[in-house]
C-alpha cells in the first residue's frame, strides 16, 4: 500500500504542484520520492512508500537498467509477480513484485500485461520511447486510483483526490477530478509538449470471468462440475489460496475480526496459513465496539476457539462522533452506510498503527456482495435477480465498502488484504448455478457456511451466526450506534435546513438529517465535488429511506429492543 502521484504537461511550477502530493503522505509513511522525467520538465512522478516487500530497492518511480525508457508508478501487490518470473524467465533487478509489469510490458504489451496480474493494483507506466502513457487498475478497485484530465492534455493521477484537487492549470479555474474505474485501463499518446491525449480506454476483466492469470497459478486441480460436495471442495481450495498468496510480505500481519461469518472465517484460515508457513510470531486479531457489544462478545469467542492474541479496543459515542469530521475527510465520500460503518474501522486502525507493529491487515470485505450477505437478498425476487444484484455490487465495491476499506486503514499506512475478492475465489463463485448461491431456510451466505460446516475452523454458532448491522454490532445492547447518530444530528441539523435541502443540495439531496449532516462535512472538505459519489447505497425490492439493515422487517438484532 502507498501513494502514488503524476503529472503530465504541467503549465504552472511543478516545485509548487508537488506540494499536492503530500496531501496523500499518510498512505506511504516509510519513505518519499519526486523524480522528474528526463527530456520532459512539466512531467514528474511523486511516491509515498510503505515498505512491504524488498525494503532496500522497493523505491518509485520503477526504473529497470533493461528497460532505460519505462517508468512506472503503482500501488499494490502482484501475488504471481514469482510464478511470472520462473514462467517466462525474466531476470529481475529487485525483489519488488512490481517489477513483473515492466517484464510483462516489454513482452507483449499493456493488455497482456494487465491480464496476467493477480494481485490488487493501480499504476502509471509512461513508456518514453514509445510515446504512451498507461493507467490501470485491478478488477474490484481494490487499489484507489483518481485522475483529472483538461481539453489541452494535462493529466494528473493520484491515489487519493485529495492529491489532486488544488492543482492549478491555466486553462480552467475548477480541475475536474474522478475515479478512475477498476477493471479497465487508459491508454494515451505522449506529445513532445508533456501533455497528452487519450487513446482508449478498454474493460480488460468481468468479475464473473477466470483470469487469464489462473493458466499460470498453482492452485490444485479443481473438479468439474455442480455437485454439492465437489461445490464445497472446490470453494475451500481457492478460499485457502486466496489467503495463502496474500501473506507475501516482509512486515508483521494482523487480522481485523469482527465475530461475523467473514472476517472469522478469515482470521481462522489466516492462523492455519501462517503456522503451516512456519511464521513465528502469533496471529493479533482486534475488535472493536462499546461495551457488552455482539461483536466484541462474538470475536472474543472466535478468538479462543482459533488461539490467536487477541484485542479489544473500546470507543465510546463521543469519540465515535468526534471522529465524523477526520473520517469523512479520509474517505472523500458522504454516503450514509459508508460514513456509518467507517467509524469503528478508522479508530481501530488508529489503534493497531499506535500500539502494535502490524502493518499488513487481512480483512472480510467483498464477501457480503459476492455471497449475498445482504439482509434484503431474502426479499430477491428470483436468483437470477439476485445474481444480477450480486454483480452490481462487486462493480460498485470502490464506491462503498472497498473505498472505506481502504481510506480507513490507508490514512494511518497499514495496508489492507481482502481474500475474499480474490479473482480465482471471486470468479468461480460467480460461475455457480443461480440457485445455488441465494439465501436458504431464510440464512443468508448458506452456500458459504455450509462448505465449512465440517471444518471446525470457526465455532458453529459462529458459523451460523446471522448478519448484523455493522451498527449494531459495534454498539453496546442498550444504545446502537445507528440510534446514538440519529439523537446527535438532531441537534445539529433542524427541519429549515431539511426544507431547503433541494436547494442547497440539488445533486444527490440528503433526505435524513443524518445524510444532511454528512454531506455539510464533506462539502467543507471538497466543495462542489459531489458528483463523486453517483448514487447512495441503499437496499435493493424494498421501500427504503435508510441504508440501515435494522430498517428491513427481516432484520432480527439481538440487540434490538
Known sequence: MCGIWALFGSDDCLSVQCLSAMKVAHRGPDAFRFENVNGYTNCCFGFHRLAVVDPLFGMQPIRLKKYPYLWLCYNGEIYNYKKMQQHFEFEYQTKVDGEIILHLYDKGGIEQTICMLDGVFAFVLLDTANKKVFLGRDTYG?????????????????????????????????????PFLPGHYEVLDLKPNGKVASVEMVKYHHCRDEPLHALYDNVDKLFPGFEIETVKNNLRILFNNAVKKRLMTDRRIG?????????????????????????????????????????????????????????????????????????????????????RASVGMYLISKYIRKNTDNVV???????????????????????????????????????????????????????????????????????LPPEMRTPKNGIEKHLLRETFEESNLIPKEILWRPKEAFSDGITSVKNSWFKILQEYVEHQVDDAMMANAAQKFPFNTPKTKEGYYYRQIFERHYPGRADWLSHYWMPKWINATDPSARTLTHYKSATKA
Open 361 to 431: 491487515i487481512f480483512s472480510g470485505e467483498g464477501s457480503d456482495e459476492l455471497t449475498q450477505g445482504y439482509i434484503y437478498f431474502h426479499k430477491a425476487p428470483s436468483p437470477e435477480e439476485a445474481e444480477e444484484e450480486s454483480e452490481r455490487l462487486l462493480r460498485e465495491l470502490y464506491l462503498f465498502d472497498v473505498l472505506r476499506a481502504d481510506r480507513t486503514t490507508a490514512a494511518h499506512g497499514l495496508e489492507l488484504r481482502v481474500p475474499f475478492l480474490d479473482h480465482r475465489f471471486s470468479s468461480y463463485y460467480l460461475s
Open 142 to 178: 481494490v487499489r484507489p486510483l483518481f485522475k483529472a484530465m483538461t481539453e489541452d492534455g494535462f493529466l494528473a493521477v493520484c491515489s487519493e483526490a485529495k492529491g489532486l484537487v488544488t492543482l492549478k492549470h491555466s486553462t480552467t479555474p475548477f480541475l475536474k477530478v474522478e
Open 255 to 339: 487480522c481485523l475480526l469482527s465475530g461475523g461469518l467473514d472476517s472469522s472465517l478469515v482470521a481462522a484460515t489466516l492462523l492455519k496459513q501462517l503456522k503451516e508457513a512456519q511464521i513465528q510470531y502469533p496471529l493479533q486479531t482486534f475488535a472493536i465496539g462499546m461495551e457488552d457489544s455482539p461483536d466484541l462478545l462474538a470475536a472474543r469467542k472466535v478468538a479462543n476457539h482459533i488461539g490467536s492474541e487477541h484485542y479489544e479496543v473500546l470507543f465510546n459515542s463521543e469519540e465515535g462522533i468526534q471522529a465524523l469530521d477526520e473520517v469523512i475527510f479520509s474517505l472523500e465520500t458522504y454516503d450514509i452506510t459508508t460514513v
